[in-house]
């Protein structure tokens, strides 16, 4: 027994055909959704490294903050400990001449 277009008729032979067009067209279609999931599939591994990376140049950051902070901690309490005692005077000349060499530093880059 033969099945409907499948068998060797007139008519048959188009249908077989038609399916055969549906089979090569799905053929291509999975073979451009393979393409699509590989590259996906890179994409994805590409960004994971990458944020593997960012992680650690954030941690990296996150410890030289830290210590600058420390260091910065101490130099304040040292500047602290000096305007405490009697050398304030001293702190203020140190100050006026800080402030004068930037202005100095501002007028030379200022006139370039």
Same mark, same amino acid.
């Given at each position: 027994?033969?099945?409907?277009?499948?068998?060797?008729?007139?008519?048959?032979?188009?249908?077989?055909?038609?399916?055969?067009?549906?089979?090569?067209?799905?053929?291509?279609?999975?073979?451009? /959704?393979? $393409?699509?999931?590989?590259?996906? #599939?890179? *994409? =994805?591994?590409?960004?994971? +490294?990458?944020?593997?990376?960012?992680?650690?140049?954030?941690?990296?950051?996150?410890?030289?903050?830290?210590?600058?902070?420390?260091? /910065?901690? $101490?130099?304040?309490?040292?500047? #602290?400990? *000096? =305007?405490?005692?009697?050398? +304030?005077?001293?702190?203020?000349?140190?100050?006026?001449?800080?402030?004068?060499?930037?202005?100095?530093?501002?007028?030379?880059?200022? /006139?370039?």
């Amino acid at each position: 027994m033969r099945r409907a277009g499948l068998g060797e008729g007139g008519s048959g032979n188009y249908v077989a055909s038609g399916y055969s067009v549906y089979e090569e067209e799905n053929e291509h279609l999975q073979e451009g /959704l393979r $393409a699509k999931v590989s590259a996906l #599939k890179s *994409l =994805s591994i590409d960004i994971g +490294t990458e944020v593997k990376y960012q992680n650690k140049v954030l941690e990296d950051m996150d410890s030289d903050f830290d210590s600058t902070g420390g260091l /910065l901690g $101490a130099t304040i309490g040292r500047v #602290k400990q *000096l =305007s405490r005692g009697s050398q +304030t005077k001293l702190l203020c000349y140190m100050l006026l001449f800080c402030l004068f060499v930037f202005f100095i530093l501002y007028w030379f880059i200022k /006139l370039r």
